[in-house]
């Protein structure tokens, strides 16, 4: 087991943000996440990553109990995130971004821009942004880059030093229906061949249906639906609460 939760639970004052929320995780599995705004599954994101600790349950990552632990040391232990706004230097160029943050991902002290400069760590962003097909950016300022290279950069950026999951959140928000499948496409596989699990929020249902392996819904903090694509997506309370209309039957 790669990731598991036992009956976690957060209250935001009066609101249940999670409620006994149970999940595990393998290794190599692309999941899903769905539910309407408001529903727990950033709540869920937050809770995983450090950013919000549970009132009560457990996050069990490799065998070792992590709910009271930083943001700092999860990410150190190997669950990395990306956001749905950009985490990166708009002022810098893609190769610059890489590089720098590689070097910080790597826990890697520098008192100098130079320091990033090295042979072997350009090699290594020039290798990532092939596996990822944004190397004809490389030498393009972040701020200028079109939306969906924006995205793509700021998913390799999350997985700088190797982690074991990286929680991806809305990587197609913001970008256009041209570009979300190839956004997607190129992102999934690159992190894919890295032998990284993948956990993304979505709430574009053609995006789960084709590059999920499995679907997780939540509604009103609780997890109400969990398995393949096409069996989440046809259940009642799923396509009630959180997909809207009806299954139909071909």
Do not use: W
């Amino acid at each position: 087991m790669l990731l598991e939760t036992k009956n976690l639970c957060k209250n935001f004052g009066s609101v249940a943000a999670a409620s006994d929320i149970n999940f595990s995780m393998e290794n190599n599995e692309i999941i899903g996440i769905i539910g309407s705004n408001g529903a727990g599954k950033t709540t869920f994101c937050n809770i995983i990553t450090g950013y919000t600790k549970p009132d009560s349950g457990e996050i069990i990552f490799k065998g070792t109990e992590i709910s009271s632990k930083s943001v700092l040391d999860i990410k150190n232990m190997g669950i990395h995130r990306s956001f749905q706004i950009p985490q990166i230097f708009d002022s810098l160029t893609v190769l610059e971004n890489i590089m720098i943050s590689n070097l910080v991902a790597n826990n890697k002290q520098f008192s100098y821009l130079e320091l990033a400069y090295n042979k072997k760590n350009i090699d290594y962003a020039n290798y990532l942004l092939a596996q990822f097909k944004i190397i004809q950016f490389k030498d393009v300022t972040v701020g200028l880059l079109p939306q969906g290279a924006r995205k793509v950069l700021d998913i390799l950026i999350a997985i700088l030093g190797k982690p074991s999951i990286v929680l991806l959140d809305e990587p197609t928000s913001g970008i256009s229906t041209d570009e979300k499948f190839s956004v997607m496409e190129h992102a999934l596989k690159a992190i894919k061949s890295l032998n990284i699990s993948i956990l993304f929020i979505e709430h574009d249902m053609d995006i789960i249906r084709r590059y999920s392996q499995r679907v997780i819904a939540f509604y009103s903090g609780k997890i109400i639906a969990d398995g393949t694509p096409k069996n989440v997506l046809e259940q009642k309370d799923v396509l009630k609460f959180i997909v809207g209309g009806s299954v139909v039957k071909g």
